[in-house]
């Protein structure tokens, strides 16, 4: 089992994947290695990516609080792990984030359900321009807090993400897991959730043992996952604290096919 984490690993800048890495990820697929895209993305966001691959994939989506099988076989994919918020911990935090005039994502099933402001639009944008999320406008986040999400996430200006984490630890403290990837994002999730997790679940779906399982990654939300695995790889641009869990090093980074080397040199 092989699992990848997409933006800064699979994916180059422009957000598409290198032909070598299409044509090293077909060829292990063909050896019967199960193939997992890892994000914070939600599965339809991910499902965008796994349409280009030509092979077929698990999906382990929002930090790995959801984990879907492959879709292979009748029925589609099977959904094996699920982890939500508590919907009291989640108003919580979009209430915060709305007194603060944060942009904030509320994630349920196949929807992003956010309020849409002229202020908010440009932070809006920045997350829609990345990962080609469904966005489902609504006039007020309040109508949809009975719900439990499988995460919350503020985009916010990258100065001030720091102050937000540090106001908001010690009100949440044990009650949610909080997540800084990309420089404008604060995740939230349920305690205890995150892609080592949701990898470790799917691992033993398979009954395939975590030493036989590499990650791939590149930064602070794959720690996790790659402390789980047997095989954990940090690909040239990975950021130090991926690195220093990283026991295997690619030369490459990932706008020059990082993911392919790595299959080459330790699967194939």
């Known amino acids: 089992m092989i699992a990848l984490d997409l933006d800064g690993t699979l994916l180059r800048t422009d957000k598409t994947v290198g032909p070598e890495t299409l044509k090293a990820l077909q060829a292990a697929q063909a050896k019967g290695v199960e193939i997992v ?8 966001s991910i499902e965008l990516v796994a349409a280009g691959l030509g092979v077929d ?21 099977k959904l094996i792990f699920h982890r939500p918020l508590h919907p009291e911990v989640a108003r919580e935090i979009v209430a915060f984030g709305k007194a603060r005039g944060y942009q904030v994502n509320f994630y349920h099933g196949e929807h992003i359900y956010s309020e849409d402001r002229p202020q908010l639009r440009p932070w809006i944008e920045i997350y829609r321009s990345r990962t080609n999320s469904p966005f489902t406008f609504v006039e007020n986040l309040d ?23 540090e106001e908001l630890q010690p009100k949440l403290g044990s009650r949610v897991t909080m997540m800084r990837t990309d420089p404008e994002y604060l995740e939230f999730l349920d305690p205890g959730v995150d892609k080592g997790v949701g990898l470790a679940k799917l691992a033993e779906a398979f009954a395939i043992p975590l030493s036989q399982v590499m990650a791939i990654g590149d930064g602070e939300n794959d720690i996790p996952m790659l402390a789980v695995s047997g095989w954990p ?36």
């Open 57 to 77: 994939v698990c999906l382990i989506s929002c930090n790995g609080a959801v984990v879907h099988g492959p879709a292979r076989g009748t029925g589609g994919r």
């Open 143 to 165: 109508d949809y807090l009975h719900l439990a999400p499988p995460k919350v996430l503020f985009v916010v200006d990258p100065k001030i993400r720091g102050a937000i984490l």
């Open 233 to 268: 790889v940090a690909v040239a641009n990975a950021g130090p604290l991926c690195r220093a869990v990283g026991k295997f090093f690619t030369k490459n980074d990932n706008d020059h096919d990082a993911v392919a080397e790595a299959i080459a040199q330790w699967v194939l």
């Open 37 to 44: 895209l890892a994000s914070g993305r939600m599965a339809a």
